[in-house]
């Protein structure tokens, strides 16, 4: 079994930046791709980033691209979330993920974390 466990969220200004992590525990010889992905108040979840095992390939939301950035220590079995220029519409819970496939063009992620707030406002 995998456990992760995300830290760094919080509330921001518009226009200001955050670096979320995932800490992954347990099995993690068994992870490849990870991801994260979030969920508005009254919002479907949905995907913002992956990255692949060895960090060669990555893959981004229209809406979040040329300002967040992912990245994976997998020394640390960390991975990160380099938020700029956030703005309130990027307000939701984040949840890492992480999966057995190194496929990081679909969904079907096999863990989840508990998900950390962010709130982006004035």
């Known amino acids: 079994q995998v456990q992760l466990v995300e830290s760094g969220g919080g509330l921001v200004q518009p226009g200001g930046s955050l670096r979320l992590s995932c800490a992954a525990s347990?099995?993690?010889?068994?992870?490849?791709?990870m991801g994260w992905l979030r969920q508005a108040p009254g919002k479907e979840r949905e995907f913002v980033a992956a990255?692949?095992?060895?960090?060669?390939?990555?893959n981004y939301a229209d809406s979040v691209k040329g300002r967040f950035i992912i990245s994976r220590d997998n020394a640390k079995n960390t991975v990160y979330l380099q938020m700029n220029s956030l703005k309130p519409e990027d307000t939701a819970v984040y949840y890492c993920?992480?999966?057995?496939?190194?496929?990081?063009?679909?969904?079907?992620?096999?863990?989840w974390g508990q998900g950390t707030q962010v709130t982006v406002s004035s």
């Open positions: 993920a992480a999966k057995e496939s190194n496929y990081i063009y679909e969904l079907g992620y096999h863990y």
């Open positions: 347990g099995r993690t010889d068994s992870i490849y791709a």
């Open positions: 990255i692949t095992r060895s960090s060669v390939s990555t």
